[in-house]
């Protein structure tokens, strides 16, 4: 089992609807980000979060750290939103801050 | 401000071949990153610096070599290219260490070793 887990890894929607995309891990984390992986490949960083919620745009990401869980969530969703979305957490490995990435969901909005 | 600039965009190198790619950063951010991206894989990190003349091992760094030795500049060495180099290349920088600070990326070098 991966150490971060998301959900689902491929995900298909009309332009509109409301998406969520969900990242789970095993173990206590200092922090999570969520990176947006466009189409031509360059990286973006969406979101670092620790705990609660944070809001920018359309995108909304939330952490529940008893949980440890958290969702990415684009309402009104449009076909520019089609790319692969990326969770890593930065967790302490024997005294050292690592980031562990996730494999990433496949976001595709059809118009 | 141009973030984090990564060249070349694309490599096709032949198996015992050197290459160095190049990643540059004007943001005066210390820490800088090398990661490699596999298919179906999350990334993985090569090398890191937390600032000039200073760099380490990530969990793959066997075949790769790097050099800070300025704060802009954080290139990537292939020895002997293998096919198992073959990947896709992000160089990243933070102002912090990454569990205090979002990451910035380059655009990403595509390397093909045959």
């Known amino acids: 089992k991966n150490e971060v887990e998301q959900s689902p890894q491929n995900l298909t929607a009309q332009e509109g609807e409301f998406i969520t995309i969900n990242c789970s891990y095993s173990?206590?984390?200092?922090?999570l980000h969520w990176l947006q992986q466009h189409p031509g490949g360059g990286i973006v960083s969406l979101f670092m979060?620790?705990?609660g919620k944070k809001k920018h745009g359309r995108l909304i990401a939330t952490i529940n750290i008893q949980e440890k869980h958290s969702s990415l969530h684009i309402t009104a969703s449009h076909p520019r939103d089609s790319a692969v979305y990326i969770c890593a957490v930065s967790r302490l490995i024997q005294g050292a801050q690592k980031l562990v990435f996730g494999q990433g969901t496949r976001l595709t909005i059809n118009p | 401000n141009a973030g984090v600039t990564q060249t070349p965009k694309f490599r096709i190198l032949k198996i015992g071949q050197s290459m160095t790619l190049q990643c540059t950063q004007d943001m005066n951010h210390n820490y800088m990153y090398w990661y490699r991206q596999d298919p179906g894989m999350g990334l993985k990190l090569i090398y890191y610096?937390?600032?000039?003349?200073?760099?380490d091992k990530g969990e793959v760094p066997n075949g790769y070599n790097v050099s800070r030795s300025t704060t802009e500049d954080f290139p990537l060495r292939l020895e002997l290219a293998a096919p198992s180099q073959t990947s896709v290349y992000f160089c990243?920088?933070?102002?912090?260490?990454?569990?205090?600070?979002?990451?910035?990326f380059g655009n990403g070098t595509r390397l093909t070793v045959t």
């Open positions: 990243a920088s933070s102002f912090q260490w990454h569990h205090n600070s979002p990451l910035h």
């Open positions: 979060l620790s705990s």
């Open positions: 173990v206590g984390i200092s922090a």
């Open positions: 610096s937390v600032g000039a003349g200073i760099t």
